[in-house]
């Protein structure tokens, strides 16, 4: 299956790319595409923890399932005060 993964903002200057295209076995977690994020893009390595995802525009665990097509965004939450 294929997903598309778009970088926003910080993670886009850090991977030096707006998206990519991933292929991956069906079922798979969005835990195994981080994994795959991280060695395709050593710059994005860092950030794996504090790295917010989205999936379809949902805020999505970890332990999400992907399913084909799926559109991922990484994201940074931002907060302060």
């Known amino acids: ?3 598309t993964v778009q970088f926003f903002s910080y993670y ?3 991977a ?3 998206s990519a295209t991933v292929e ?3 079922g ?3 835990s195994t595409l981080v994994n795959l ?3 395709q893009y050593p710059g994005l390595a860092p950030t794996r923890e504090r790295a917010m ?3 379809d525009q949902r805020m999505a665990s970890r332990e999400t399932v992907l399913s084909d ?3 991922v965004i990484m994201l940074q939450i931002v907060g302060g005060g």
Request: proline share 0%; no cysteine; charged share 30%.
């Open 1 to 3: 299956m294929k997903v």
């Open 12 to 14: 886009k200057n850090l």
């Open 16 to 18: 030096g790319a707006e």
């Open 24 to 26: 991956l076995t069906e």
């Open 28 to 30: 798979a977690k969005l």
């Open 37 to 39: 994020l991280m060695e």
């Open 53 to 55: 995802f989205m999936i």
């Open 69 to 71: 097509g799926d559109q």
